[in-house]
Structures are given as C-alpha cells and as structure tokens.
C-alpha cells in the first residue's frame, strides 16, 4: 500500500515533468498558467497505476526476481503509455503529444525502479514492520515460526515467544522463548512491542486475561493466532482454526447493493468481451477442427458444483482429446498431461479455453471472480476428508480468484487443502473492490503463464 501511494504521487509528478520538459514554457508558467495540466497528470498517473496493479506490482505476495520486476514495470509502462497514447489520439481534450508521452513513460519507468529499490533497503531495514510477541510457544505458536516465504513475514518481526503452562512444548521455537520476568505490560513497553498474538495450545487454562487488557488499554494490539496468520497470508489457516472463529470473526458480508453491482458488472463486462474475444474464439474453433478433424466436437461440457451445491455444466474449448476420460472416471489434470492436445496446450497456457465460460457468467451460474468451480466427484471426496470444504460453496464459482492468483494449478488433495484455505479468504473478505483487485491482477497470471497446465 505504502508502494503504491508513493509511486502515484511520483506518476502524477512524473506527467507533469514530461508536460514541461518536452514543452517551451517555464515550469513555473505551466504549474500556473497551464490549468489542464493538473487534469491530464491525474488521469495519467491513475493510469499508470492501474497498469502496474495489473501485472502484480503491487501485489503483496510478489515474488519475482530482479529481472522479471523490471520487466513488469517496463511492460506496465508502455501498457499505459499506449492507453494514454490512444485516449489522446481519440479525445481531443486531452493534450498530450508523442514527446511529452515518450519523457512521462520514461521518468515513470526509472521512478518506478528507483521507489522499489528504496523501499526493498527500507524494507530490509525493518523500518516497516510491527514488533509481535507471541503470547505461547507451543504447538499453535509453532505455526508463525514455520513461515518461510519472505513475503509472508515481509510485515512483522518476532520479539520473542512466551512459554505458558497450556502449552504442548514444540522445540522448533524452545531456543527462541522469551523470559518474561515482569508484568506483560511492562515488557512489552520495554521490548517495543506493537502486537501480542494470543496463540496458547490451551486457552482454558490459565488465560491472561487482565494482563492482555492493560496492554490492550494502552495502545498494544492484542490479536487471535489464525486472525494474525490470516492477515499475513492472505489465507485461513485450517490447522488452527477454530469453528467459533467464523461465528465471531469480521467479514462474512452479504449486502444487497454489492451483489446487485456485482452481477450488473458481470453481465456488462460478459456482453464486452464476447464482442472483444469473438475473433479469438473463431481462431481457435478453426484450430481445433485443423488438428482434431471436422467432425471433432469443439466444446467440452462437464457438470460442476455452483452455489449452494447445485450442479450446472460448465463450458469449455476442449483442450483435451475427446477419449481423455473414456472409462468415465474423474481424473485430476496433472503437470504435462499426455491427454492434452497440442492445440490445447497452447489454449490452455493462455486461458483461451476458459473464454467460454463467460456464457456460464450470462446465465448467472459464475462470476468472474470466486473459488474454481470442481466437479461433484472430487467435492464429495474432499468433502469428506477436509473440514469447510462445502463452505467454498457460498459464493458463486468464478472463471478467476483469489486461490488461482496465489497458488498453482491442483491435482492432489494437498493441492486442494491448499486452495481452499485461501478461497475461505476471499469469501469472508469479499468486497467489490477486492473483486475488482483479483480481475486486475488476473492480468497478470495471463501474461506470465502462471499456474497453467
């Protein structure tokens, strides 16, 4: 967030240099005389900023290297430009020549890399990131000391872990306990702490209860283990987590206005890309007929698990040949999966088999963004050896989300375990603008080819 704040401030100053550079005037003559100036700054540097959210720049999980994050901001740099480049060519009340949008582009870029090169050295620094102390150093607190990925443990650092007599000991954390001596409070004034996370194997016994309220009282964050883990993840841990969690945990949310938004969106950006994917469509009707025969079938329809449970059948380019499944069992996709067509590799590494599906999103069976929508075979398996695993089902099934954005294709029940905990994330935070977040950042997954098989 801090990023992104940052780097549109620098956007917006960025078109206005570009304006005044390639221009004739003072600066100071375009900043006073120039009033459009301003107006074309913030639509530019909005632009940019959304450009740069669709190819995962500002995504928290971001794990690219050196060389894949430049060529991010690059591509999201002449992206915009181009957008920009076509507005002013089709609007004439925006001014902007090919020279002010060549030096705009060009700051913007190497204002783009010098923001991310400092905020990784502060980063590094810790200047960021709050002071948690764990409150148990069990098995429950076992699980915070278990985050490997750098993106995971980006926002926080461990002051120490408390040893209570609820605690199943766990040696992972035994070196790294605290040795609280005073009261907690007092620690946590002397230790800088910004936040306890309560994460006791055992909260019936001996819970701190008026201890945690002083601290609470005077400005220290108090949170629960898989609140703390869900924030910092971006999914619901299920190896701690409790039932009452969901009872009494924020989010959640069902408000009539979003649903109604959500669904006119659908619809609107449905009719759009039928008309925008129409010629990729005929492509790849052709395609399939050249290599599998005229009389091959061109769809592949297959019953999935909508909302609430219903079955509806889902539909597909088919990127399979026709006897993929001719025993008439289910069978997960696996990596390089020798029942793929060629054409369908192709289809399938660019998302061109999914463009059918925007019909499913007409007739209201999917929205663009939501859990994957799986077969009922595989739901009643999983239904039966993961627990929540039907709650996935509150939503509509989506052609994208949250789980597809951060995690790879499944084929495994841990694949699926692994999935799901971050769809019950997106389910209790689902908001329009978190919908609206994942569509952009789709983009990305399409660009880079991630997670297909």
């Known amino acids: 967030m801090v990023v992104a704040v940052v780097e549109f401030l620098i956007f917006f100053g960025a078109s ?12 100071l003559t375009v900043l006073t005389t120039e009033k459009f100036v301003y107006r074309e700054s913030l639509l530019y540097a909005s632009i940019f900023a959304v450009s740069s959210t669709a190819v995962g720049l500002y995504h928290a999980r971001q794990r690219a290297s050196v060389t894949g994050l430049l060529t991010r901001i690059i591509f999201a740099v002449l992206a915009a430009m181009a957008v920009i480049g076509g507005l002013a060519a089709a609007l004439p009340q925006i001014k902007m020549t090919l020279s002010q949008l060549a030096q705009t582009g060009f700051l913007a870029c190497c204002a783009s890399i010098a923001v991310r090169f400092v905020f990784e050295k502060l980063v590094a620094d810790e200047l960021f990131k709050r002071r948690v102390l764990v409150y148990g150093a069990g098995q429950r607190a076992a699980s915070i000391s278990q985050l490997r990925r750098r993106s995971d443990r980006r926002g926080f650092n461990v002051v120490g872990y408390v040893p209570t007599e609820a605690d199943r000991p766990d040696e992972s954390i035994a070196a790294v306990c605290a040795s609280v001596n005073t009261e907690l409070l007092a620690h946590c004034r002397e230790n800088l702490v910004d936040e306890i996370v309560v994460a006791m ?3 019936r016994r001996a819970f701190p209860m008026y201890q945690l309220l002083e601290c609470r009282l005077d400005g220290v964050e108090v949170t629960e283990l898989v609140t703390f883990l869900e924030r910092e993840t971006g999914k619901v841990r299920l190896d701690v987590l409790n039932p009452s969690w969901f009872i009494f945990s924020d989010g959640f949310r069902r408000g009539r206005v979003h649903s ?44 999935r698990v909508g909302r609430y449970g219903k079955n509806f059948g889902v539909l597909k380019f088919r990127s399979m040949r026709e006897d993929a499944e001719h025993a008439g069992k289910a069978i997960w996709a696996t990596k390089n999966d020798s029942r793929v067509t060629r054409v369908g590799s192709f289809m399938r590494v660019t998302r061109i088999d999914e463009l059918p599906q925007i019909i499913n999103v007409l007739r209201g069976e999917m929205s663009f963004v939501g859990p994957r929508p799986e077969r009922p075979e595989f739901v009643s398996q999983l239904s039966e050896r993961i627990p929540y695993y039907r709650e996935r089902h509150t939503l509509k099934p989506g052609i994208t989300g949250w789980a597809q954005l951060c995690y790879p294709y499944g084929s495994s029940e841990q694949d699926a375990i692994e999935k799901l905990q971050y769809d019950l994330f997106y389910i209790k935070n689902h908001t329009l603008l978190f919908y609206l977040a994942i569509l952009l950042q789709t983009v990305e997954v399409v660009l880079w080819r991630k997670g297909a098989r």
């Open 16 to 27: 206005i240099a570009g304006i005044w550079y390639a221009g004739d005037l003072p600066l």
């Open 201 to 203: 194997d055992d909260r």
């Open 260 to 303: 109604i938004f959500e669904r006119v969106f659908d619809v609107g950006v449905s009719f759009a890309l039928l008309l925008l994917a129409m010629p990729i469509m005929l492509l790849a009707v052709l395609a399939i007929k050249i290599e599998d025969g005229p009389k091959a079938s061109i769809f592949y329809r297959q019953i």
